[in-house]
């Protein structure tokens, strides 16, 4: 649902659904409940965050223009802010059940690409911080995102 407002310029648009399930798993892993935002706000957040990345990728690629500023992108209603105990609960359950399931399912190599991936580096920094082919990444990247999508 996040990443339907956008299209991605020469791509397919399973890649931005992956793009999203990248920014759900980096909601996962840094959500933060002292932070004051629910869950699921954080969530949607870093999805999009992540599809419009994936957008402004896409279109340095291509040369194309885009028209996304960074404020637009920190704009959260206070609404969003506001938490009651249990959906504090219900959020803590939820971030450890997707996290134990998704850890459970991918090797040592993949899980250290993930982490790289969600820090930010590139395919050739995580090969030469893994000591690894670009290639072997590349296919790392490949197998994290069919189990995501199998284990949603």
């Not at 931005?16 to 932070?35: K, N, P, V």
């Not at 957040?45 to 957008?55: E, P, Y």
């Not at 893994?130 to 590349?138: A, I, N």
């Amino acid at each position: 649902m996040c990443v339907r407002p956008y299209f991605l310029v020469g791509g397919d648009g399973e890649d931005l659904i992956q793009e999203g399930m990248l920014g759900l798993l980096s909601a996962i892993r840094s959500f933060d409940e002292t932070r004051g935002a629910r869950f699921e706000t954080y969530a949607e957040l870093c999805i999009r965050r992540r599809a419009i990345s994936a957008v402004r990728a896409y279109a340095l690629r291509d040369n194309v223009k885009d028209e996304f500023s960074p404020e637009s992108l920190l704009e959260v209603p206070v609404a969003y802010l506001l938490r009651d105990p249990e959906e504090l609960v219900i959020a803590r359950e939820r971030v450890h059940e997707l996290t134990a399931g998704i850890e459970s399912s991918l090797s040592k190599l993949e899980s250290n690409v993930l982490r790289l991936y969600l820090e930010g580096y590139t395919y050739s920094e995580m090969s030469e911080k893994l000591d690894k082919s670009y290639k072997s990444v590349e296919n790392a990247i490949s197998r994290i995102r069919m189990k995501a999508r199998a284990f949603y």
